[in-house]
C-alpha cells in the first residue's frame, strides 16, 4: 500500500459549509460547526473533507464569487477558526481539501473595480471585455450558464464583460500572466497553510476562444430544457490552451511535499475527460467523473455502459474515480429511489478507484422541497425548476429541533426535511440495519481489503440482465461483487468462480458460504463474496 498516494487509497467527503454543522446558531454553518462534527467522520471511516468556498464573498453564489482568495468569508469564520479546523483535521488522520474558483472572481473584488474604473487601468486586462457589436447589442452569442447572455454591460466604460454564470461573476482573464501568477499565488498560501490539496471549480472552462467566435446551438434543445445545454460550449469550454495551465497548476502543487492533490471538475465525456491527465499524466490528478451523477436512468446495462469504456480509455498509469451526488446536482436518493440507494452506495466503495461522497447522502438525504419565498439559488430564483437548493439542505444529526444543526429556534438558512426525526445520524447510528451502518460497513471493509482500495478490476460478463458484477482482486484476494438493479430476483449461475463467502450484503443480514454455480440474489441486493 506505501507506493499509493493517499488520494487512490481513500475516502473523500464533500462539506458544503453552510449546510453540515451551524457553530454560532446563526442559522449557517460555519468552520467550527465542522470541527465539532469532525469525530463522527472519523466514526464513520472516511478519509479526506472537500470543503465547498468559504473564501470572502457577497454570496451571489454562495462562495462560488469570490471577493478575496486569501480569506475565510466571516460568516464561516476567521483565519485562526481555520487553522484550528486544519490541525483538528491532520490529528484525526484526515486530510483537508479546498474548493479553488479560478474561473471567475466577484465583482466586488478589487481586482474588479480597479478593472471598472476605466479602460487604461492596469487591471482592465484581468478580466474579458469586449465592444458591443455594430448594432449596439451583445458581442457574440455565448450564453451564460445561469440563463440569459453571457455579457454584462458596464455603463462607466461602455463595454460589455463577460460572465460564463452570474453577471456578478466576472470571468477572469487566463491569457494575462498577471492572473496566473496572482492566482497562483493565493495556491500558494493555503498550501504554505497546510491544505492537503484542491478540487478546482469548473476547470474545463477557464479559457475562451482567442476570436470569440459564436457557439453553435444544439439540435435537440427544446423550450423547457435548461439555458446551458442550449448551445454546444465548442468557443467556451475545453479550450486547447487548458492545459497548459493546468500542467502549470500541478507543478506548483507536485512541488509541496505530502501527496498534495490537484482534482478538476470537469463535465464532458469520458473521450475528452480522461485528456486532463495529462499526455505525462502531469495535468490533475484526477479529473472529476460525473458519469453516475449525469446518467439519465439507473440501470446494470447503463452502469455497465459507463464503467467498462472508461476503465478501458484510461490513460496507462491513471487513477479512476466515481462520484454519486454533490452540490449541483440532485440526490442519489431522489434520483433513482430509495430501492437502489444501498446498491448505489455499493457501487461507489467497490468500484476501483477514489469514491468522494456527499454530505448526508450516508444517511440517504433527499432532496427537500424548498417554498419559492426560501429560494436561495441564483438559478432557481430566475426558474424554481433548475433551483440547487433542494440538495443543499441542513445535515440531520438527530431529532432534536432544527435536526440539531443550530439551536431550537432559529431560523436555519434552508429548511429541514421533514422526516428528520426518523433519519438522522443519531437514530441511525443505532440500528444495525440502517443505509448509515451499511456505508459505515463499506468504508471499514473498503480499508480492510487491499483488493478494494488498490486492486484490479474485471468485468463478470456471464451474468443476467438486471445484474452488474465484477472482480476486484489483489495478490491473494480475490472479490466478487453482485448487484441487482433491479426489482427483480435474480439467478447467478458462475461455476468457474466455485465456492464464496458473503463479507457483506446490502440487506446487513445474509453472510456466510455460498455456492456461485446458482446464487439466488434478491431484489435490490448487493453483495461482496470473498472467493
Known amino acids: 500500500m506505501m507506493q ?14 453552510r449546510s453540515f454543522m451551524d457553530g454560532n446558531n446563526d442559522g449557517v454553518g460555519d468552520l467550527n460547526g465542522i470541527t465539532q462534527r469532525l469525530d463522527y467522520l472519523q466514526w464513520l471511516g472516511v478519509d479526506a473533507i ?88 451583445v458581442p457574440n452569442n455565448w450564453l451564460s450558464n445561469f440563463g440569459g447572455t453571457a455579457w454584462q454591460y458596464d455603463e462607466q466604460t461602455q463595454q460589455y464583460y463577460l460572465h460564463m454564470f452570474d453577471a456578478r461573476q466576472p470571468d477572469l482573464n487566463w491569457r494575462n500572466p498577471e492572473v496566473r501568477n496572482a492566482m497562483f499565488d493565493a495556491m500558494r498560501f493555503w498550501l504554505e497553510r497546510g491544505v492537503d490539496g484542491f478540487r478546482v471549480d469548473v476547470i474545463w472552462m477557464m479559457v475562451k476562444d482567442i476570436q470569440f467566435r459564436d457557439n ?33 497548476m500541478r507543478a506548483l502543487v507536485d512541488a509541496y511535499a505530502g501527496d498534495r492533490v490537484l482534482i478538476g471538475e470537469i463535465y464532458l465525456e469520458a473521450e475528452k475527460l480522461v485528456t ?36 478501458a480509455m484510461l490513460p496507462t498509469g491513471a487513477w479512476p474515480n466515481w462520484v454519486l451526488g454533490n ?3 440532485p440526490r442519489i436518493a ?9 446498491i448505489a452506495q455499493m457501487l461507489l466503495l467497490t468500484l476501483r478507484g477514489t469514491p468522494t461522497c456527499y454530505y448526508g ?41 432544527n435536526a440539531g444543526f443550530s439551536a431550537a429556534g432559529v431560523q436555519t438558512w434552508l429548511p429541514i426535511a421533514q422526516e428528520y426525526q426518523q433519519q438522522n445520524i443519531e437514530v441511525e447510528q443505532q440500528d444495525p440495519h440502517s443505509y448509515l451502518s451499511l456505508v459505515r460497513a463499506l468504508l471499514s471493509l473498503r480499508h480492510d481489503m487491499s483488493a478494494l482500495s488498490i486492486g484490479t478490476y474485471t468485468a463478470v460478463l456471464d451474468v443476467p440482465e438486471g445484474c452488474f458484477a465484477f472482480l476486484r482482486e489483489h495478490e491473494e484476494q480475490r472479490l466478487l461483487v453482485v448487484l441487482n438493479c433491479s426489482g427483480d430476483e435474480l439467478e447467478l449461475t458462475l461455476p468457474r468462480l466455485g465456492q464464496g463467502h458473503i463479507l457483506l450484503a446490502t440487506s446487513l443480514d445474509r453472510e456466510g458460504k455460498v455456492e456461485l454455480s446458482a446464487l439466488q440474489l434478491p431484489a435490490n441486493e448487493g453483495y461482496i463474496i470473498e472467493l
Not at 446551438?217 to 487548458?242: A, F
Not at 431522489?334 to 444501498?342: C, E, H, V, Y
Not at 436561495?376 to 430566475?382: L, V
Request: proline share 11%; glycine share 6%.
Open 4 to 17: 499509493y498516494a493517499w488520494w487512490q487509497t481513500g475516502v473523500i467527503y464533500q462539506i458544503y459549509p
Open 276 to 311: 486532463y491527465y495529462g499526455p505525462q499524466l502531469d495535468e490533475v490528478h484526477m479529473p472529476f467523473n460525473f458519469q453516475f451523477i449525469t446518467m439519465e436512468g439507473w440501470s446494470a446495462e447503463m452502469i455497465r455502459a459507463c464503467v467498462d469504456p472508461y476503465e
Open 50 to 137: 472537500w470543503l465547498s468556498p468559504i473564501y470572502p464573498s457577497p454570496m451571489a453564489d454562495f462562495g462560488y464569487d469570490i471577493s478575496n482568495y486569501t480569506d475565510i468569508e466571516p460568516l464561516f469564520g476567521n483565519l485562526e477558526d481555520f487553522d484550528r479546523l486544519l490541525e483538528q483535521v491532520h490529528q484525526h488522520g484526515m486530510k483537508c481539501i479546498l474548493d479553488f474558483v479560478p474561473c471567475h472572481s466577484s465583482d466586488q473584488h478589487p481586482w474588479f473595480r480597479e478593472a471598472c474604473s476605466s479602460r487604461d487601468n492596469p487591471k482592465r486586462d484581468w478580466y474579458i471585455w469586449r465592444d458591443p457589436a455594430p448594432d449596439g447589442g
Open 216 to 248: 453553435p446551438l444544439r439540435p435537440d434543445w427544446k423550450p423547457g430544457d435548461s439555458n446551458e445545454s442550449m448551445q454546444i460550449g465548442v468557443y467556451t469550454e475545453d479550450q486547447p490552451e487548458v492545459h497548459e495551465i493546468i500542467r502549470d
Open 327 to 329: 452540490h449541483d446536482r
Open 361 to 401: 447522502d450516508e444517511l440517504g438525504m433527499e432532496n427537500v422541497v424548498v417554498p419559492v419565498e426560501m429560494i436561495n439559488d441564483p438559478p432557481g430564483k430566475k426558474n424554481p425548476l433548475f433551483s440547487r437548493d433542494p440538495e443543499r439542505t441542513p445535515m440531520q444529526w438527530d431529532a432534536s429541533p
Open 334 to 342: 431522489t434520483r433513482i429511489g430509495r430501492d437502489q440507494i444501498r
